[in-house]
């Protein structure tokens, strides 16, 4: 008798969530074949098991090592295609999650992998940019800079030596993509990559890995390795090198020029800008920072064309944008949608409404660096220049989802907290102005805060804003300013009685609820 195929995640997320026991009752039996796949994201059904059908894919959810039996007789299953989480996406950059080998090459050849690089090497640099430009394609990591002018840059500016850099150092609360495609999908990220490298005459590239994530970097590593000994990262005679370093647990490091310092050796500190790494970067050279979903589309881009990206999304965000639902929803994982929809749709039709017993209060969008939203501002349309007219950032595309328990004080406290712990130090602005906004948060905390302070705080978030060096400092106080004035009467609770009966009320309240 012929195993049964069984398909397990062998995600870090899908591991967590009790894939990992699984694959530990199940791995040595006999009756089952045990295929290791990416995740598809869909972390409130994990661990899911799949198996295939006469109609494709059917999957067992939040499945328990005693499932195996009926997962064998194909009873009790759920169609993947059935899945409204699943269903309702567009997918291009996750395309292949849930379905592929990670580590398999011939899998990532049969689902359209390396078909954007072999476009690529038929055509010159400047048609490479040409079509990147013609896709609208702006940066994924934050700044959302158009990706065509900074290849151009680099591709015009002579020099003996140039270099790409994905930038892996996924530091915001609730983001996991990069991870998720360094674990589940590296060859697409390498792709990526080496079409860069051939618009700008790049021979070396790094992968700075965030150093929490060593199961994606160990991913990355086996995949470089094969992808060479295939003689994919080859082209005229030339060998484009990859490395992967990790980081050192510094969040600072997600921008750009500090990345640049850590790979050079130094502490990641700001460089001060102009000149920009796309004309100086790395050791002087012209180097091309981009974040790991960025390099990810690119490959698609290149198959495509450029007009087939730029046919979704809006005028000023073309393509896809890939969200990390957390928080007090319901469904917590990833979606990837066109840019457009609303954040109340995303929560709504994604999120599916808050979890159970829990009332919406506020999401934060884009990190701890990014706005708050209360449900009067949930019709936002989900792109760069929405968010940028709102004075907010989409980020890197975490969304956490906030009940009535959250204190905003205590949030706001804390967001402070780890900006002047993670600050690089070389800016007054943030190196001084997140330490002093700490210590009015702190105290009015204790009830010793005057109005003035408060009017300081603000004055301060002001300064931070408009004269630090980087986005860290510049950002700092956009989640404690929204928060001041969208919850001014957990600010104004001077009097240490006063809080104490607000906690005391809440805890009441949270008890009723419960009960």
Not at 334 to 356: C, H, N, S
Request: aromatic share 6%; with cysteine.
């Amino acid at each position: 008798m012929n195993p049964v195929r069984l398909y397990l995640p062998n995600d870090t997320s899908s591991l967590a969530a009790g894939g990992r026991r699984l694959a530990d009752s199940w791995q040595h039996r006999s009756d089952v074949q045990l295929v290791r796949t990416s995740s598809r994201g869909a972390f409130f059904l994990e661990p899911m098991v799949e198996r295939d059908g006469p109609d494709g894919r059917v999957a067992w959810c939040r499945a328990i090592p005693d499932d195996l039996p009926n997962i064998l007789a194909g009873v009790g299953g759920t169609s993947v295609s059935a899945i409204p989480f699943l269903t309702g996406q567009t997918r291009h950059t996750f395309a292949n999650f849930g379905i592929t080998e990670p580590l398999a090459l011939d899998a990532y050849r049969a689902h359209g992998g390396w078909s954007g690089l072999d476009a690529a090497r038929q055509m010159s640099p400047e048609a490479i940019i040409q079509e990147i430009k013609t896709s609208g394609l702006r940066g994924r990591g934050g700044a959302a800079f158009p990706v065509w002018k900074k290849w151009e840059v680099a591709a015009t500016t002579p020099a003996d030596r140039k270099y790409v850099v994905a930038n892996a150092d996924e530091g915001d609360a609730g983001t996991y993509c990069d991870r998720m495609v360094m674990e589940g999908d590296p060859f697409r990220l390498i792709e990526g990559m080496l079409v860069c490298a051939r618009a700008i005459g790049a021979e070396a590239g790094y992968v700075y890995c965030r150093q929490e994530y060593p199961a994606a970097a160990a991913s990355l590593r086996e995949a470089i390795q094969r992808a060479e000994a295939a003689g994919l990262l080859e082209w005229e005679g030339r060998l484009f090198s990859i490395e992967v370093l990790s980081g050192a647990g510094s969040y600072v490091c997600g921008e750009e020029t500090a990345l640049l310092e850590s790979i050079e050796g130094r502490r990641g500190v700001v460089r001060a800008r102009p000149p920009h790494p796309a004309q100086s970067g790395l050791y002087g050279k012209p180097t091309i920072v981009s974040n790991v979903l960025t390099f990810a589309i690119v490959p698609k881009i290149l198959a495509r064309g450029g007009a087939w990206h730029a046919s979704m999304g809006t005028d000023g965000s073309r393509g896809t944008t890939v969200l990390q639902l957390g928080g007090r929803v319901k469904q917590p994982g990833l979606v990837e949608v066109p840019f457009g929809l609303t954040l109340r749709e995303v929560l709504d039709r994604f999120g599916q409404g808050m979890a159970d017993g829990a009332r919406f209060k506020a999401v934060q969008v884009g990190g701890p660096l990014g706005s708050l939203f209360t449900e009067a501002q949930l019709d936002i349309q989900i792109c760069f220049d929405a968010f940028a007219k709102a004075d907010a950032i989409l980020g890197h595309g975490g969304i956490v989802v906030f009940d009535d328990e959250t204190d905003m004080l205590e949030l706001s406290r804390h967001l402070m907290a780890f900006v002047a712990d993670e600050s690089c130090g070389k800016c007054i602005p943030c190196r001084v102005g997140s330490l002093r906004a700490r210590e009015i948060l702190e105290s009015i905390q204790r009830g010793q805060a005057t109005a003035a302070e408060l009017a300081l705080l603000a004055e301060l978030g002001d300064t931070m804003k408009a004269t630090s060096l980087c986005g860290l400092g510049a950002r700092a106080p956009y989640p404690v300013l929204s928060a001041l004035e969208q919850f001014p009467e957990e600010f104004r609770r001077e009097a240490k009685g006063k809080r104490q009966e607000a906690r005391g009320k809440r805890q009441e309240a949270r008890g009723k609820r419960r009960s």
